[in-house]
């Protein structure tokens, strides 16, 4: 049964993708449960009448939203715990490495291997379970290369070098990518940054690279979505980066993301570490195969790795929200019934108000709860 399935739809894939797949289905199906039942309950004060169809569909919405969100939670979690992080080998001991994330990069990688070579000690590679001859072109050209066992995304793989760097005990470590889109001569320009005092350097692309429209749109919500939660950075999606020994000390402790929301929860997380994070202009080329996933899914699953980052930092806090959320939503519900009592009226706004904020404080709680317990 479970091999027809992974078959028909590929199912690691949707595990990866499950927060963003499962949490979004749910906030959409929770917005059309609360417009449908706001429709309602003013047809209801309008004529007395409640339609059963209606009322059927909008309680299957809001039922079907909330356990689409927990679900989400849910299979976020768990795919993250059957995740088992590869064991790092031996590595020769470097000063100044470069770190290369690749999956099916065959044609690229040992260019980009070749040319950073001449600007570090040593080039460290994570073929991510790649199907063509990228371990092999990698190491022609002089890299060592460590194999993940499967393709487990690339934040799976930024951490799994990030690691390597301090087993080669690198005193700064240069990240890009395998695929040529960033440029290897720029990587002098992020160990000055390092060498001036930053911790974290971040490639800022706005300045000097043509960015098609869609993508900018999807950075620039990112970054304001950072912004709110107090994190101000130019291009916190940029995977050309570099990082001191002290960032790659405090990173590797605190990384958890697999996926692409790696970029953001770095920059989320290093700020919020007290590191100081310095930006340099790079030059980001775009071509027919830079990206391998859809700039939608993609922009969501790092919008919705942001929010989890967040509601997850502080359990407390996010608990406290989610019994705000449930005394509010008790109250509105106790003074939306008493009202009725009297007026015969149902106050529109309170009631899906009530229903919404019930259902965010079952999220919040059990996530607080979750991740409480985690550690
Ligand atoms: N797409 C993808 N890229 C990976 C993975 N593991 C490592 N990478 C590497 O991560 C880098 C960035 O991936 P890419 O799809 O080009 O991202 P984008 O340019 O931000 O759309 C490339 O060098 C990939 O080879 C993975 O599982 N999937
Ligand atoms: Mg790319």
Redesign the pocket.
């Known amino acids: 049964m479970q091999g027809v399935l992974v078959r028909v739809v590929d199912l690691r894939r949707i595990g990866r993708h499950a927060l963003t797949y499962f949490a979004t289905a749910g906030i959409v199906l929770l917005l059309f449960g609360g417009v449908l039942l706001l429709f309602l309950i003013h047809k209801y004060n309008d004529t007395r009448t409640i339609d059963p169809l209606h009322t059927t569909t909008a309680f299957l919405m809001l039922a079907l939203g909330q356990t689409s969100l927990v679900a989400g939670v849910v299979a976020y979690v768990s795919t993250r715990r059957s995740y088992i992080e590869p064991p790092i080998p031996p590595l020769p001991r470097a000063a100044v490495v470069a770190l290369?994330?690749?999956?099916?990069?065959e044609r690229t990688i040992g260019a980009v291997v070749a040319e950073a070579r001449r600007h570090v000690d040593l080039v460290i590679v994570?073929d991510?379970?790649s199907a063509d001859k990228?371990a092999e072109e990698a190491e022609k050209n002089g890299a060592v290369v460590i194999r993940h066992p499967q393709?487990?995304?690339?934040g799976?793989?930024v951490k799994t070098l990030l690691k390597a760097a301090r087993v080669a005990g690198a005193e700064y470590a240069v990240l890009l990518?395998?695929?040529g889109?960033h440029n290897p001569a720029d990587i002098p320009k992020f160990i000055e940054a390092l060498k001036n005092g930053a911790d974290v350097v971040v490639g800022n692309r706005f300045r000097q690279s043509k960015v098609p429209a869609l993508r900018k749109l999807g950075i620039y919500i990112i970054r304001a979505a950072l912004r709110l939660l107090g994190v101000r950075i130019g291009d916190p999606?940029n995977?050309f980066r570099a990082f001191n020994k002290r960032a790659l000390e405090v990173l590797t402790e605190e990384l958890e993301e697999v996926?692409?929301g790696i970029s953001s929860q770095t920059v989320y997380k290093a700020v919020k570490r007290g590191l100081r994070i310095a930006e340099v202009p790079v030059t980001v080329v775009y071509g027919r195969d830079?990206?391998?996933?859809s700039t939608a899914i993609?922009g969501l699953s790092v919008l919705w790795t942001i929010v989890w980052t967040w509601i997850t930092e502080k359990p407390w806090r996010t608990l406290a929200l989610g019994l705000a959320s449930l005394i509010t939503s008790v109250y509105l519900l106790t003074y939306v019934v008493t009202l009725f009592n009297t007026t015969r009226y149902i106050r529109l706004t309170y009631t899906t108000a009530a229903i919404l904020l019930e259902v965010m404080s079952t999220v919040l709680i059990s996530v607080a709860i979750a991740s409480a317990i985690r550690k």
């Open positions: 290369i994330p690749a999956y099916n990069e994570v991510d379970g990228t393709n487990t995304g690339y799976a793989a990518d395998a695929d889109q999606e995977g996926w692409m830079t990206s391998s996933e993609h």
